[in-house]
């Protein structure tokens, strides 16, 4: 199984800052077969990135996406209020998918 | 728009069956990997398996040996059973579509299953 380590666990910033998220896989994922997805309290998860760099429909240009092997990252360049949430990795490469323990973004 | 629906009871005793429905509507299910994914209150999310349009699955193996997803194509909605239930079994459950390299694009709201006596 690969397990996926995010960090932080916790990044606190303030409306305008810029993020960036670490997702680290136990073993190469060699398709990027890599995704991003936010989650508000409440809420399901709502895919931002797939296959590490693309963005998903709708989603807003200040989220990119990077990486590849074991190494990723999600940068949100200026961030907007409603974007302080939980940010999940998943890996669908190879059986068992699975999720990073998640990111949250908090206001500073 | 694609809008996935779960149901089911929202509480199930120790030892027995949790049984969901994801309705989906606004398109099709054919041609399309679909998922149930859970997470626990307050932790993080645990994919539990998936199934092919067609009728095939692939489950975690954390929970293959208690867990089924079947299909429906005629009433468009797929299933979820998972025996024996316990405790640690309580969850928010969700079912999502999957496309390929997409991942999971779609997503039901979730529903609360609470294993309790």
């Known amino acids: 199984e690969i397990v996926l380590t995010q960090s932080p666990g916790t990044l606190s910033l303030s409306p305008g800052g810029r993020a960036t998220l670490s997702c680290r896989a136990s073993q190469s994922v060699t398709s990027n077969y890599l995704a991003w997805f936010q989650q508000k309290p409440g809420q399901a998860p709502r895919l931002l990135i797939y296959?590490?760099?693309s963005r998903a429909p709708g989603i807003p240009d200040r989220f990119s996406g990077s990486g590849s092997g074991t190494d990723f990252t999600l940068t949100i360049s200026r961030l907007e209020p409603e974007d302080f949430a939980v940010y999940y990795c998943q890996q669908y490469e190879t059986s068992p998918w699975t999720f990073g323990q998640g990111t949250k973004v908090e206001i500073k | 728009q694609v809008q996935l629906q779960e149901s089911g009871p929202g509480l199930v005793k120790p030892s027995e069956t949790l049984s969901l429905t994801c309705t989906v509507s606004?398109?099709?299910?054919?041609?399309?990997?679909w998922s149930w994914i859970r997470q626990p209150p307050g932790k993080g999310l645990e994919w539990i398996g998936y199934l092919y349009y067609s009728g095939s699955t692939n489950y975690n193996p954390s929970l293959k040996s208690r867990v089924t997803i079947s299909v429906d194509t005629s009433k468009n909605h797929f299933s979820l059973e998972l025996t024996s239930v316990t405790a640690a079994d309580t969850a928010v459950y969700y079912c999502?579509?999957?496309?390929?390299?997409?991942?999971?694009?779609?997503w039901g709201q979730g529903t609360l299953v609470t294993v309790s006596s």
């Open positions: 296959g590490a760099s």
């Open positions: 999502a579509r999957g496309r390929g390299y997409v991942s999971f694009d779609y």
């Open positions: 606004g398109g099709s299910i054919s041609n399309y990997y």
